[in-house]
């Protein structure tokens, strides 16, 4: 069974920086993308950074240039370094990854449980 396991939220205030980390365990034949969504009170889950197994990157318009995300492949992990915080990035981030099972399986989406990012003024 595939798991996702997230840390590093936490309370910062505007201007100060957070890392995230994701790490996949479990049975798994590989790893696709992984990435990071947020969904604040009353807002719908947005998509806040993607990463493919190549190193490819794509980010919300409203996170470029303060946050960045990279990822090991030898540990399964993802992380999300976020500078220049602003009270609007408070939510709850959740990690996810696409991958395959098995060789002959098809591409699947599996969730972190979330972790609470808050961002005072």
């Not at 990071?36 to 197994?53: C, D, F, M, N």
């Not at 540990?75 to 408070?90: A, F, I, W």
Request: charged share 15%.
């Amino acid at each position: 069974q595939v798991q996702l396991v997230e840390s590093g939220g936490g309370l910062v205030q505007a201007g100060g920086s957070l890392r995230l980390s994701c790490t996949a365990s479990g049975s798994f034949f590989n790893i696709n993308a992984m990435g990071w969504y947020r969904q604040a009170p009353g807002k719908q889950r947005e998509l806040v950074a993607r990463i493919t197994s190549g190193g490819s990157t794509n980010y919300a318009d409203a996170v470029k240039g303060r946050f960045t995300i990279s990822r090991d492949n030898a540990k399964n992990t993802v992380y999300l370094q976020m500078n220049s915080l602003k009270p609007e990035d408070t939510a709850v981030y959740y990690c996810y990854a696409e991958l395959r099972e098995h060789p002959w399986s098809s591409l699947r989406q599996y969730w972190g449980q979330g972790t609470q990012v808050t961002v005072s003024s």
